[in-house]
T-cell receptor
Framework: DQQVKQNSPSLSVQEGRISILNCDYTNSMFDYFLWYKKYPAEGPTFLIS?????DKNEDGRFTVFLNKSAKHLSLHIVPSQPGDSAVYFC?????????????FGTGTKLQVIP | DAMVIQNPRYQVTQFGKPVTLSCSQTLNHNVMYWYQQKSSQAPKLLFHYYDKDFNNEADTPDNFQSRRPNTSFCFLDIRSPGLGDAAMYLC???????????????FGPGTRLTVL
């Protein structure tokens, strides 16, 4: 049972345009959401996060939107740059006694075309 | 630079031959995780340590064991690797804190395991 779903395995965007990566989740216990970026031959690196008490978090070119009622979040990258080409993992977290259990989606491979 | 290091980066073993993957960290984080990731799939949590407390996921096979001799090191032991255990194994750390506190995980580069 995939609790975090990224239904688009890949996405191609022109440089300078907006990239929108989507993620859906099913477990209402998740209350913290993260996006990780992964380059080939490297481990995932943290990109941006959002708490369930918010509906938007922005960090430079990256913005994450959360729609709790729809159990949906999205990552917007504006403007997209060739260096953004990577696999993006959506992750959802639930906290229990200081321990975070993180569930990952399958990833979306973003290609930014110069 | 503080980081999460995994050795080796590539490991080849034979069917049924025990193998150990290692992870070390300089972040002094109290939580360490092991994930298994197969091609085009989500990283799957195998187990984690919160300090010395070991927590196994319910669906992690008994074939997978882990040791954490100190804060800095964590090992993944696969007692009898099968062909289905070929995957990328990711180690991650996190600064665990009070309930309700969230932090991001820091990942190592992974170890690619091949089973012949």
């Amino acid at each position: 049972d995939q609790q975090v779903k990224q239904n688009s395995p890949s996405l191609s965007v022109q440089e300078g345009r907006i990239s929108i990566l989507n993620c859906d989740y099913t477990n209402s216990m998740f209350d913290y959401f993260l996006w990780y970026k992964k380059y080939p031959a490297e481990g995932p690196t943290f990109l941006i996060s959002i708490s369930s008490i918010k509906d938007k978090n922005e960090d430079g070119r990256f913005t994450v939107f959360l729609n709790k009622s729809a159990k949906h979040l999205s990552l917007h990258i504006v403007p997209s740059q060739p260096g953004d080409s990577a696999v993006y993992f959506c992750a959802a977290s639930a906290n229990s006694g200081g321990y975070q259990k993180v569930t990952f989606g399958t990833g979306t491979k973003l290609q930014v075309i110069p | 630079d503080a980081m999460v290091i995994q050795n080796p980066r590539y490991q080849v073993t034979q069917f049924g031959k025990p193998v150990t993957l290692s992870c070390s960290q300089t972040l002094n984080h109290n939580v360490m995780y092991w994930y298994q990731q197969k091609s085009s799939q989500a990283p799957k949590l195998l187990f984690h340590y919160y300090d010395k407390d070991f927590n196994n996921e319910a669906d992690t096979p008994d074939n997978f064991q882990s040791r954490r001799p100190n804060t800095s090191f964590c090992f993944l032991d696969i007692r009898s690797p099968g062909l289905g255990d070929a995957a990328m194994y990711l180690c991650a750390t996190l600064r665990g804190g009070l309930a309700g506190a969230y932090n991001e995980q820091f990942f190592g580069p992974g170890t690619r395991l091949t089973v012949l």
